[in-house]
């Protein structure tokens, strides 16, 4: 059984919309994190969150929000698209300061 | 400049060969981790590594926190070793910083 989960795998999206991804975690950890994989990038950290609450945000732009609803859920809205948001989105979890677990990805093509 | 370089950029084995994969970091850390990403792009964590060595089957890691250098060897490769190794280290706030990776292409 997949311990975290992100969905959707895959999302197409037309510039200047808006999307949400969703991240759930069944592992019990106290903490989500986002990362973000564009071509010929390394990793690179968005968001961290430790018992619902942000604690670290390397994203310049408002235009993407965390959204956690509950302890297991950490959601990612991304308004105003645009084709260089295109990349894969990677949840990941950890019982902090441990070891982190990453979801599978969605993968967002902004046209 | 990056914080965290991995090297070489590339390797290409024979099967049964070993590896060794490094990773340099220019900033101070909590942690070092490795992982394993398939070519589907999903990642498996393969070792936390505060500092010292981990073995994990032909896996082993070890961190020297004073000389700021992480490697990954891996022993008697196999084709299915084929893919990407990432190591990234642990900053305040939990928050990962990742090098470029390692691609590993294993021949039969």
């Known amino acids: 059984d997949p311990k975290i989960i992100q969905k959707p795998k895959y999302l197409v999206a037309v510039t200047g919309s808006e999307k949400i991804l969703i991240c759930e975690q069944y592992?019990?950890?106290?903490?989500m994190y986002w990362y973000r994989q564009s071509a010929k990038k390394p990793l690179e950290f968005m968001f961290s969150y430790s018992y619902q609450k942000l604690m670290d945000n390397q994203t310049a732009s408002s235009r993407f929000q965390p959204q956690s609803s509950k302890k297991n859920h950490l959601d990612l809205q991304i308004t105003a698209l645009k084709p260089d948001d295109s990349a894969t989105y990677f949840c990941?979890?950890?019982?902090?300061?441990?070891?982190?677990?990453f979801g599978p990805g969605t993968r967002l093509t902004v046209l | 400049g990056q914080q965290v370089q991995q090297s070489p950029a590339s390797l290409v084995l024979q099967e049964g060969e070993n590896a060794e994969l490094q990773c340099n970091f220019s900033?101070?850390?909590?942690?070092m981790q490795w992982f394993y990403q398939r070519p589907g792009g999903s990642l498996v964590s393969l070792f936390y590594?505060?500092?010292g060595t981990k073995h994990s089957g032909r896996l082993t890691s070890t961190t020297v926190i004073k000389e700021r250098r992480s490697s990954l060897h891996i022993s008697s490769s196999q084709t299915t070793d084929s893919g990407t190794y990432l190591c990234?280290?642990?900053?305040?706030?939990?928050?990962?910083?990742f090098g470029l990776g390692t691609t590993l292409q294993v021949q039969p």
């Open positions: 900033t101070s850390l909590n942690s």
């Open positions: 990234a280290l642990e900053g305040n706030t939990g928050k990962l910083i």
């Open positions: 592992l019990g950890h106290n903490a």
């Open positions: 590594n505060p500092s």
């Open positions: 990941a979890s950890s019982q902090a300061p441990w070891e982190q677990f």
